[in-house]
């Protein structure tokens, strides 16, 4: 894998699921207990309310809402934010992303949370994991009202958060969001290889795969 030339970085965006946290708890949530829940609260079978739910999840994909706790939790007539805490024991970081940031943080990189993450997920996460130390600043872009996805949701970072696109490093699991960085002029990309620990490797199409984030700073 090509080495990332530090002396250009002065900024090191990051996703949070999938990058920094494992994805595992995500994919569980939406995937299983989510559809559990929703099955016994309707009187359905799990595979009726994996039927009702698959299609509507993906119908909101890359959209602000598909992230939003309180959107779901109208939607679905179910307490999202309460299940995620009855469920928080699984939240947990990817390896090494704790000695990854303490290596940015003594390195003097300005580290930066942009998450899609409604901010109730972040406050239930950044409970269990205890990364906020480790981090500079925190972005949710519910606060901005445009998700990474798109070009105003850069603009607006921009705007609030000193950094240079060229001099910046962003690390992130989901294609169309690197997509969206790199046309904003984000400088160097790195795609998470394995978002869930208990899933498979990811096809990271035109962007350079990242395994172990610790490898990302060897020539740190
Ligand atoms: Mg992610």
């Known amino acids: 894998m090509p080495q990332l030339p530090w002396a250009h970085i002065d900024t090191v965006l990051l996703d949070m699921d999938g990058t920094l946290l494992d994805l595992h708890f995500d994919n569980f949530f939406w995937l299983k207990y989510l559809p559990q829940c929703y099955a016994d609260k309707n009187a359905l079978s799990l595979a009726e309310a994996q039927a009702y739910l698959t299609p509507l999840l993906a119908s909101y994909t890359g959209q602000l809402n598909w992230y939003c706790v309180e959107f779901w939790s109208k939607k679905l ?25 303490t290596r940015l943080q003594a390195a003097g990189k300005h ?11 972040l406050e239930i996460k950044l409970e269990k994991v205890h990364l906020a130390p480790l981090l500079d ?18 603009s607006t970072l921009s705007d609030k958060v000193d950094f240079a696109p060229q001099r910046s490093l962003f690390i992130d699991d989901s294609l169309p969001v690197l997509r969206s960085a790199q046309r904003y002029g984000i400088g160097h990309l790195r795609a998470v290889l394995q978002p869930d620990s208990l899933g498979s490797d990811k096809d990271c199409a035109e962007f350079v795969p990242s395994t172990d984030l610790l490898d990302l700073v060897s020539n740190l």
């Not at 580290?111 to 997920?121: F, G, I, K, M, Q």
């Not at 600043?137 to 850069?154: A, L, M, N, T």
């Open 77 to 101: 007539d179910l307490p999202i934010k309460q299940m995620k805490q009855d469920t928080a024991h699984l939240i947990a970081l990817r390896a090494n992303s704790d000695q990854f940031l």
């Open 111 to 121: 580290c930066v949370l942009v998450t899609n993450a409604h901010r109730d997920s």
């Open 137 to 154: 600043v925190i972005v949710s872009s519910h606060d901005y009202g445009y998700p990474k996805e798109d070009q105003r949701f850069w």
